[in-house]
């Protein structure tokens, strides 16, 4: 956040943020999670072992003044949902998904 701001003069609340499809709290089990986790992540956890990353990723963009409602969630995970979408814990092999980001001009 702090990059687009001293770079490009970004305001938070005029973000527009899309959360892509990404690993959904269904599939997002850390069975190791003290070791892999820093603790400000566990409140997150919505049963054992399994965290609401999606959540994790709103509050974090509110908490830097991203207004709620220019927040768009995808809701997809890449694990058992997206099988367009690349993911290790499905498929034990890497790939790449790519995103596209603009800046509009004030006058737009």
Known sequence: MRCLQENFGSRPPDL???????????????INYRQ???PEFWPYQIRPDYF???RLSQDQLQAQGVRPEQIQ?????????AADFFSYRRDRHTGRNAT??????ADE
């Open 100 to 105: 596209v980001i603009a800046l509009r001009s």
């Open 73 to 81: 969630l995808a809701g997809l995970c890449s694990r058992c949902q």
């Open 52 to 54: 609401d990353l999606w």
């Open 36 to 38: 892999e986790l820093p």
């Open 16 to 30: 527009l943020v899309g959360i892509s499809p990404s690993l959904g709290p269904c599939c997002a089990q850390f």
